[in-house]
């Protein structure tokens, strides 16, 4: 499996790393735009991410907008919203606003911080990459 770690924060991102290494390659970002910049890569090498952790809150690009260009990307290669990279939010805010403008755009799972490796595990499994990593 092929991971994509959008954090802006150095040590959420290694934790996020350390608790995906078994199941996935993992390449990371440290804002929205290095984000798209990495997903629009692997779309053109044809090897797209099987998983996006992804950030609400980053500089120069937040994780809304970030995954408002992913899902436009995948879009206009032909991907259906269901074949896509599955996101899931890893994020502070837990506001009702961010959570349902998150689901909107394309995310399928969304967790407030700290992610614990059980809550993380537990939404992979729900998404079925969890088999995928097998």
Known sequence: MRCLIVEDDLTAREL?????????ECSMAANGLE???AV????EAEQ????????IMMPRMNGQEALTA???MEKDRGAKRENGAK???????????NVKKAFETGC???IVKPVGRKRLYSEMEKLGLMAQAS
């Open 87 to 97: 996101v899931i939010m890893t994020t502070a805010m837990d506001d009702s606003d």
């Open 48 to 55: 797209p991410y099987d998983l996006i952790c992804l950030d």
């Open 70 to 72: 992913i899902r436009k």
């Open 40 to 43: 629009e890569s692997s779309l």
């Open 35 to 37: 984000a798209v910049e």
């Open 16 to 24: 996020l790393r350390y608790y995906l290494r078994s199941y996935a």
């Open 108 to 110: 399928q799972a969304y």
